[in-house]
């Protein structure tokens, strides 16, 4: 995160606060729910605030642990090391290294993985994609009917998003041989099968849309937090903006561009992945923007993050650097924050009313 010094210090605040600052929550509670992510105390009798309270911890540790796993420090197996493990690295640099040493901004230019005529020409693709939508966008406007067509087929094809330990999505040589290491964190949960399941279940005719319209950070989420849980809304709200909004207008080696296209859809796209549809937003530029291998990406860090594997962090955007790959982890991580909440006040807002 050091690597967008802005968004670090925001994050920061917001956590310490959570987990230092007056709350609902007695300490211990605190840190045992951002332990267990997992409310389960022994206790039946919550209070509003505390609930609101441990809601924001379990969304934001659930959320963090994409970011950490999607950042590579899950251990692999590899065969040729006596021990049989070794820490993740990308392109040649070792994790412990990548927020340390400036060099290693360019190490997606120099890595011997790929082609750079490849990667290049990706790129180019991509900007030529990104000019393209925009100058169909200045032209004609898509119907809200054509819209709402691609938000459900969006939606219904990122079902069949498999994570990146289901092999079918890629050639069977890509990720085959990559066998993550998992700890045991059987000691603190009661249900070892308890896991994430998708927000339907596959070929259901009417899948289920919960329309951003109807219940939005903004105009609901954000005063309910502020309410019962003072000050954390404006921290968290800080902290959505500044990571929707941070740019630094460059894409590899292109200076002087505007991103905004593509964090939009990398931000609406895990928002789409639970079922959450913005009116004004057309969901066929997700398609345009974000292939395959990045989709499955997406969806194994917010979805399933202990199954990243570096292979996965390598197969998209080849020729970007970290640090914006970086900055890709972090528009993940706080769409899936943001979703939960929306999720979890949304229905402490029916119990209330």
Request: some cysteine; overall charge negative; glycine content about 4%.
């Amino acid at each position: 995160m050091s690597l967008h010094t802005q968004y670090l210090e925001s994050f920061l605040r917001s956590q310490f606060y959570m987990l230092r600052m007056d709350g609902p929550l007695p300490l211990p509670y605190r840190h045992y729910i951002a332990i267990m992510k997992l409310v389960k105390t022994g206790e039946n009798n919550w209070s509003l605030p505390e609930l609101v309270h441990a809601v924001v911890l379990l969304a934001h540790y659930h959320a963090l642990a994409s970011f950490v796993f999607g950042s590579g420090i899950n251990p692999e197996r590899d065969p040729e090391i006596s021990n049989g493990f070794r820490l993740i690295s990308v392109n040649n640099f070792c994790v412990c290294d990548l927020a340390n040493d400036n060099s290693i901004e360019n190490a997606s230019l120099t890595g011997g993985n790929y082609g750079i005529v490849d990667s290049l020409s990706e790129l180019e693709a991509l900007m030529e994609r990104m000019k393209r939508l925009q100058e169909d966008r200045d032209d004609e406007e898509a119907s809200q009917e054509e819209m709402t067509t691609r938000f459900e087929k969006e939606k219904k094809e990122s079902l069949f998003v498999v994570s990146g330990d289901t092999f079918h999505s890629f050639p069977h040589s890509d990720f085959e041989d990559d066998m993550i290491v998992t700890s045991d964190v059987s000691r603190y949960i009661e249900d070892p099968g308890f896991g994430y399941e998708d927000f339907a279940r596959r070929g259901e005719e009417h899948l289920p849309t919960f329309r951003a319209q109807d219940y939005t950070w903004e105009n609901h989420g954000f005063s309910l937090v502020n309410r019962l849980y003072s000050d954390i809304g404006h921290l968290l709200d800080e902290k959505f903006r500044m990571v929707y909004n941070l740019t630094y207008n460059t894409m590899a080696t292109h200076e002087d561009v505007d991103t905004t296209m593509l964090r939009r859809a990398l931000f609406n796209y895990v928002h789409c992945m639970f079922g959450i549809r913005y009116d004004d937003y057309d969901y066929g530029e997700v398609n345009q923007l974000l292939e395959r291998s990045l989709k499955v990406y997406i969806k194994t860090v917010t979805c399933y993050p202990e199954r990243t594997t570096k292979r996965m962090y390598d197969s998209y955007w080849r020729q970007f650097k970290h640090s914006e790959k970086v900055h890709v982890n972090l528009l993940l991580m706080e769409a899936r924050m943001q979703a939960e909440l929306l999720y979890a006040l949304r229905a402490i807002t029916r119990h209330l009313t």
